[in-house]
């Protein structure tokens, strides 16, 4: 099993920044993707940046490509989300995800091929 757990969310003014956090613990060895998703009470879940673990390969979806990065500290089994240049219309809560299948990518379609998540973690951005 591997645990998932987010932290660093929190209220930001539209154009703000915000950097989340995702530990990971447990047995996360052979862990190939782990991505970033969020999902506003809803709505579908969207996908929005991946990595690939072993080599650091990272998939972003078109519409945070230039304002959110994603990139892991593997020392510390931690994966990170650097948002920048926030929307009102991105509050939403963020979870990070994991999984062991390899896909030859790391998928951002609907999550289902995740097998890990955590709780979430709520971005609130006003205008």
């Known amino acids: 099993q591997v645990q998932l757990a987010e932290s660093g969310g929190g209220s930001v003014q539209a154009g703000g920044s915000l950097r989340l956090s995702c530990a990971a613990s447990?047995?996360?060895?052979?862990?190939?993707?782990m991505a970033w998703f969020r999902q506003v009470p809803g709505k579908e879940r969207e996908g929005l940046a991946a990595i690939w673990r072993p080599g650091g390969s990272t998939y972003l979806t078109g519409s945070v490509k230039g304002r959110f990065t994603i990139s892991q500290d593997t020392a510390k089994s931690t994966l990170y989300l650097q948002m920048s240049n926030l929307k009102p219309e991105e509050t939403a809560l963020y979870y990070c995800?994991?999984?062991?299948?390899?896909?030859?990518?790391?998928?951002?379609?609907?999550?289902?091929?995740?097998?890990?998540w955590g709780q979430g973690t709520q971005v609130t951005v006003s205008s």
């Open positions: 447990g047995y996360t060895y052979r862990t190939y993707c």
């Open positions: 995800a994991a999984t062991r299948d390899w896909f030859g990518r790391c998928p951002l379609d609907s999550g289902d091929e995740y097998t890990f």
